[in-house]
């Protein structure tokens, strides 16, 4: 058995290769060309009626928060809601903007609980961030609520969640500011990037400009039409100090091929995670996260949860037998700069030493995943 990795992206190498040198003969391989026509597939697929292609993910929820901050006039010290079950870039960006992360805990979906959030509500609060977990939709729809009684806004931290729908429609819908990853290990992998959906047509426009250094227009757009692209139009303004955050076409160019096997990819990774709940479903010492019935997940991590006494040492042992799962996530109140929240959402505390993600990916063969599932279940029994 050849060694089983916890991700293992797959391409579509030549027709990137192809769509890349569409790039390369134009001569644009940095904003606009394929990031325009990857935002437009994009808002295509998804239904979202605006989008705005970046560098990654991380980059997208700082913006977010950047641009609510100034429209809205929060101040530093301001209230964000968020979870500590993440990886760190959801929680720092909120420390970028000199805003105050607020850790609620999580539920059994290992999504953030509704309960929790309500009893962490203060007059300081001003957003929640979402974090869909393994492409989980968790208790979205009460929180939705939650956010619209309190006037808080909502952000859906949609890393895991590219082809994750939800009530029908794909995930994003309803939603104030929605932000995806397309990083390399992603269901829709590219090198390094992201999508940004607002829900409003001004902070699309605004973040236009936040993610080009402020400028009120960037190089394609001043290049003219097709048929006037030697004609560059010089003249811009620049009304704010924004970051460089945008995505460039060759990693859209990447995108856009990856886009048209989202779906078919997914299905591929349900089957995968099926075979896992047949093997492994009947042993009382393990636990799957819970699913919503109105959620049709991505499912880019199935994650179990075993005793935290035996946790690491089933890690070893499959590492032993060549299979490398991972951990999603260390509880983030660990780390120096969050531990002044620790000890205060128990339950994610308890699911960071629990759980174990196995791998899933689109090169595992029907009889690798067994051959994890069987290793577990000797490891258990």
Partial sequence: MNRIQLFAPQFHVEECLAEIRQCLDAGWTGIGFKTNQFENAWKKHTGLPFAYFLNSNTTG???ALRIFKDDLGWQDGDEVITTPLTFVSTNHAILYERLRPVFADVDETLCLSPHSIEQRITPRTRAVMFVGMAGNTGRLKDIMEICKERDLKLILDAAHMAGTYYQKKHVGHGIDCTVFSFQAVKNLPSA???MICFRDEALDARVRMEGWLGID???FLRSGTDSERGNYKWEYNVPHVGLKAHGNSV???????????????????REICKIYECWLGANKRIRFSFYMADCLPSRHLFQIRVSETCRNKLILFLNEHDIFPGVHYRVNSEYPMYQYALGTCPNAEKASREVVSLPLHLRLKDEEVVYVSEKILEFLK
């Avoid at 990693?251 to 990774?269: P, S």
């Fill in 192 to 194: 390094d990037s992201g």
């Fill in 61 to 63: 929820l700082h913006l």
């Fill in 217 to 219: 227009k960037d190089t």
């Fill in 251 to 269: 990693i859209a160019a990447i995108c856009l091929v990856q886009l048209k096997y989202l779906e078919e990819d997914n299905k591929r990774r």
